[in-house]
């Protein structure tokens, strides 16, 4: 890995997100990403801040202020938003980022996650219409020119991927088939 994500431009390019603010991201990757000077987004779903297994707001603070992690928007609490109505997937999107401004000293989301990747026209259109730059899904693949800014791909990386599939996807060579 590169010791620094950060172009000569200062902008920090971001190749690695979590969904959750479970524990481990403060406990075991924060402390990575800080000592490497690499730059993480955790989508957030704020009605689980500070339950069993998820970080506090006191730690997310702390990552976000350090610039070590960008906090940005999963909803209140995770619904499946393609089989909501539009009056129950705004107040999600807004009161998560209500949440987040105000426990983030007025920090604004601009960027979404879908929970468990669930989306439709309808979602995408909800969530352009409510101000974000960008949402992301589970799709995996690398991200092109021609994505949707409301659909973007990405590679999970779970339990049962291997090293050698993060190597190739990294490499963007296929990846190896699941064992």
């Known amino acids: 890995m590169a010791s620094s994500n950060r172009p000569q431009n200062g902008r920090p390019i971001n190749p690695s997100t979590f969904d959750g603010q479970y524990q481990g991201q403060y406990t075991y990757a924060y402390p990575i990403l800080r000592e490497r000077k690499l730059f993480a987004t955790s989508y957030i779903t704020t009605d689980w801040i500070g339950t069993v297994n998820h970080s506090d707001w006191h730690q997310i603070r702390e990552m976000d202020a350090a610039g070590i992690l960008d906090v ?6 995770h619904p499946c ?6 009056s129950e997937v705004v107040p999600q999107l807004e009161g998560c980022n209500e949440a ?5 000293d007025g920090k604004i989301s601009r960027h979404h996650t879908y929970p468990a990747g669930a989306n439709d ?8 219409e409510a101000g974000f730059r960008t949402a992301t ?6 991200v092109t020119r021609t994505h949707d800014l409301m659909g973007l791909p990405r590679y999970m990386l779970c339990t049962h991927k291997t090293l050698e599939h993060f190597n190739a996807w990294l490499t963007g060579s296929d990846a190896p088939p699941a064992h």
């Open 137 to 142: 899904t589970i799709r995996p693949g690398p």
């Open 121 to 128: 026209e309808q979602v995408r259109k909800i969530v352009r």
């Open 100 to 104: 987040i401004r105000r426990h983030l």
């Open 72 to 77: 940005q928007n999963h909803t209140i609490n």
């Open 81 to 86: 938003l393609s089989r909501c109505e539009r």
